[in-house]
């Protein structure tokens, strides 16, 4: 509710390996953290939210400043690399993750959290950053893209996850699928 009523974002943070034995106290975090901005809401029968966010900056989370209600921290926002959107660089990057990415798409939940939603005209940083949050790769390496300053340096580490998933996949499967 104080996100909505406060410009409708918040951070949202990882918690580190062991969070189970700390979950209702306060269980450490990665201080890589995201900075989401709420899209649409859904206010539940059960007094919860349906929440769609988008990933608007990285942030780096500092010391919680408060525990209740909610974890409240002290955040930077990191610089990104610029890029021109333009560039035909841009253009080639983007086309050349795609066509990693679809030799997986037939994988599902093997090869993705949720299938990626990329629309056919999405720019170049949408595309990296859909791709990243829907591969199923663990949590230190979704870590290590975010903290990747841009946009081309975190599409060429995405290039070799898809890599290294492709030669994973058995050999009786076709590529084409």
């Known amino acids: 509710r104080d996100a909505l009523s406060r410009g409708r ?3 949202i943070g990882t918690l580190r390996p062991g969070w189970e034995r700390d979950y209702h106290g306060s269980p450490a975090f990665h201080p890589l953290a995201c900075l989401a901005q709420i899209e649409t809401i859904q206010w539940l029968p059960n007094d919860c939210y349906d929440l769609v966010v988008s990933g608007t900056e990285r942030l780096r989370l500092g010391a919680a400043v408060r525990e209740f209600p909610y974890r409240s921290c002290a955040a930077e926002r990191l ?3 610029p890029y021109d959107a333009d560039d035909p660089l841009a253009g080639m990057e983007r086309h050349a993750l795609l066509e990693a990415a679809r030799p997986l798409l037939a994988g599902g939940p093997e090869a993705w959290f949720a299938p990626p939603d990329v629309a056919d005209d999405a720019p170049f940083e949408a595309v990296v950053n859909t791709l990243a949050q829907s591969l199923r790769i663990d949590t230190a390496a979704r870590l290590e893209l975010l903290a990747l300053d841009g946009v081309f340096d ?4 995405l290039h070799e996850h898809l890599r290294r998933m492709q ?4 050999e009786h499967e076709s590529i084409l699928e």
């Open 167 to 170: 030669r994973q996949r058995p």
């Open 79 to 81: 610089p990104v690399t």
């Open 154 to 157: 975190r599409a060429r580490r």
């Open 9 to 11: 974002t918040f951070a």
